[in-house]
T-cell receptor
Framework: GAGVSQSPSNKVTEKGKDVELRCDPISGHTALYWYRQRLGQGLEFLIY????????KSGLPSDRFSAERTGESVSTLTIQRTQQEDSAVYLCASSLEGVGGYTFGSGTRLTVV | GENVEQHPSTLSVQEGDSAVIKCTYS??????FPWYKQELGKGSQLIIDIRSNVGEKKDQRIAVTLNKTAKHFSLHITETQPEDSAVYFCAAEKDTPLVFGKGTRLSVIA
């Protein structure tokens, strides 16, 4: 596609429920990144994919968070047993590996009530 | 790992004046420094970037300078306009992924 697409744009969920966030990167971009941005804060790195592999999972906050990527395309970020502190905007970006210049999606605003 | 500090956290300028946002980084091996503009409903957009083999780069009203010795880089916006109002993030990268500063909220007052 022309840009990075994320869905849903907004998600309100009850504490304890699981949520799945989706990212469609720019076609041909080999690298895909997930960041989290809490209200008024900077971008916190979660995980990135090179192709379908995730070389660096060090940013995932807990074992409730997982992510996968298939076909070197779509990625899903899953948060199990959501907690109120998971409330944030989840941003996805993609890039051509080694070229720099990430292109970000508009994010998914997750609210856990 | 890399640590990026960004100042100021908020900045207000009169329309037509210049705005400067500064960032420092900790890892001298970092070699790529982009700046992103974040607006509500538009996501985060790359506005300018610089690599460590260059000291300055300009694109119309926007410029970025890099001082490798001091490990700091700055964003300069001249002749500011109301549509420049946004949150600006700096970032640094040695190896993937980018490490971001905490952002600067720029308000341009008409």
């Amino acid at each position: 596609g022309a840009g990075v697409s994320q869905s849903p744009s907004n998600k309100v969920t009850e504490k304890g429920k699981d949520v799945e966030l989706r990212c469609d990167p720019i076609s041909g971009h080999t690298a895909l990144y997930w960041y989290r941005q809490r209200l008024g804060q900077g971008l916190e790195f979660l995980i990135y994919f090179q192709g379908n592999s995730a070389p660096d999972k060090s940013g995932l906050p807990s074992d409730r968070f997982s992510a996968e990527r298939t076909g070197e395309s779509v990625s899903t970020l899953t948060i199990q047993r959501t907690q109120q502190e998971d409330s944030a905007v989840y941003l996805c970006a993609s890039s051509l590996e080694g070229v720099g210049g990430y292109t970000f999606g508009s994010g998914t605003r997750l609210t856990v009530v | 790992g890399e640590n990026v500090e960004q100042h100021p956290s908020t900045l207000s300028v009169q329309e037509g004046d210049s705005a400067v946002i500064k960032c420092t980084y900790s890892d001298s091996a970092s070699n790529y420094f982009p700046w992103y503009k974040q607006e509500l409903g538009k996501g985060s957009q790359l506005i300018i970037d610089i690599r460590s083999n260059v000291g300055e780069k300009k694109d119309q009203r926007i410029a970025v300078t890099l001082n490798k010795t001091a490990k700091h880089f700055s964003l300069h916006i001249t002749e500011t306009q109301p549509e420049d109002s946004a949150v600006y993030f700096c970032a640094a990268e040695k190896d993937t992924p980018l490490v971001f500063g905490k952002g600067t909220r720029l308000s341009v007052i008409a």
